[in-house]
């Protein structure tokens, strides 16, 4: 079965400054990933996905990640964070047999001001 | 999502009782998911269905059991609530090919007491 690991459980960054948040998968077939965002009090929403072609996937408000398959990795980057990108982001995969998915355990990012 | 709705929102329980989170959703998706949401664990797959005729388990279903009504409608219900049920529930859907994305709902936070 596959897994899904997020080593940075929590970031802070000062407002425009950098973000990168690390994703690695274990699964040596085809995989589906994802990134989704979870504000303060609300529901899952997808901020980008990748299928296949282009390794370097572009997403909302300004977030993009980039498959390395060489590296099982799918990390998310922004090249300056506003104060409201203040969330939890899930880094999940599924594989060809019914997408399910599989969430890493999320990183909690606080953007100060 | 808005074409993904739970009810309910809020609810806090006692042990040994029997209670139902329901999810409705207006997308015309096959496929339903209920996940449990615990602060630094991510989220877990409870049970899934791929249609009405469909039902699986998933991670973490003992204790859980489910049913789809309808297409629209999946439910899920603890036979008999446990302290160590307390976590945030997820509802999502999807289409039903290989590479579709899962949109979620707003979530029922429970409270066993």
């Known amino acids: 079965a596959q897994s899904v690991s997020q080593h940075n459980h929590h970031v802070i960054l000062s407002e425009a400054a950098s973000l990168e948040l690390g994703c690695n998968y274990s699964y040596g077939g085809t995989v589906n990933l994802f990134w989704y965002v979870q504000y303060p009090g609300q529901h899952l929403q997808l901020l980008l996905k990748y299928f296949s072609g282009d390794p370097l996937v572009k997403g909302i408000k300004g977030f993009e990640a980039e498959f390395i398959k060489s590296k099982f990795s799918f990390n998310l980057r922004k090249p300056s964070v506003q104060w409201s990108d203040t969330a939890e982001y899930f880094c999940a995969v599924s594989t060809g047999g019914g997408n399910k998915l599989t969430f890493g355990t999320g990183t909690q990012l606080k953007v100060e001001l | 999502d808005a074409d993904v709705t739970q009810t309910p929102r809020n609810r806090i329980t006692k042990t040994g009782k029997r209670i139902m989170l329901e999810c409705s959703q207006t997308k015309g998706h096959d496929r339903m998911y209920w996940y449990r949401q615990d602060p630094g664990l991510g989220l877990q797959l409870i049970y899934y269905s791929f249609d009405v005729k469909d039902i699986n388990k998933g991670e973490i279903s003992d204790g859980y059991s489910v049913s789809r009504q309808a297409q629209a409608k999946f439910s899920l219900s603890l036979e008999s609530a446990i302290p160590n049920q307390t976590a945030l529930y997820f509802c999502?859907?999807?289409?039903?090919?290989?590479?579709?994305?899962?949109?979620f709902g707003p979530g029922t936070r429970l409270l066993v007491l």
């Open positions: 999502a859907t999807s289409d039903s090919g290989v590479r579709e994305t899962q949109y």
